[in-house]
């Protein structure tokens, strides 16, 4: 019993001398303010093509001087025109219809392992955060759908009124045929929690 309350004693003295020690990283995130459109920079990391399907990883880097935090689904506008292979002229804003996933659902990867809840993500300085985007590049099904082809994808956080401009990997487009889901923003580059290798989706040059 003397030993039950000697590390009873010293707990209780580190929980009330170090409190942010035991803080989860979710629980941390809750506290901090919330990511401007200022503040991050988002890139189109890599895009895995396959069959009609499309998934495709973007990267959230925080490049302010400050930390802040994200939680939920990025909302996602496009500029372009109707009809892949249609002549790239006068891009204008698109209707596409867009949904949410956990991902990890058959052909739509990366995302959360079924039964966990979205987290608050704490982006450090210079820390990363990412989602996957789903959807096809290929009309299938009998009820016909429109295609769209973009260069310019416009995406607004979490609760901001203010979108940032993603552009496509080089050589390339952004090419929807009917909706796509968006994933939750989850912490670390890979979309995916728990995280995952790189290379598990993009081989060793992921």
């Not at 450090?124 to 096809?136: E, I, M, R």
Request: with cysteine; net charge positive.
């Amino acid at each position: 019993m003397r030993r039950a309350s000697a590390f009873f004693t010293i707990f209780a003295f580190f929980v009330v001398a170090f409190p942010s020690a035991i803080i989860s990283p979710s629980a941390a995130a809750a506290v901090v303010p919330a990511c401007a459109a200022s503040s991050v920079r988002i890139t189109d990391y890599n895009t895995l093509v396959g069959a009609g399907n499309v998934n495709d990883l973007f990267w959230i880097r925080n490049v302010s001087s400050q930390d802040c935090s994200l939680r939920g689904y990025v909302r996602v506008a496009y500029v372009g025109v109707y009809g892949v292979g249609t002549p790239y002229k006068d891009p204008r804003r698109l209707t596409v219809s867009e949904g949410h996933s956990y991902g990890r659902d058959g052909n739509d990867i990366g995302g959360l392992k079924k039964g966990l809840p979205i987290p608050s993500v704490l982006l450090k300085v210079n820390g990363l955060a990412s989602f996957w985007l789903y959807g096809t590049d290929e009309p299938v099904g009998r009820t016909p759908v429109r295609c769209i082809d973009s260069h310019k994808m416009l995406v607004w956080l979490p609760g901001s009124s203010i979108s940032i401009v993603v552009r496509p990997l080089r050589a390339n487009g952004f090419y929807w045929c009917g909706g796509f889901a968006a994933h939750p923003i989850l912490p670390g580059e890979s979309g995916s929690d728990p995280p995952m290798p790189l290379s598990y989706y993009f081989g060793t040059s992921g």
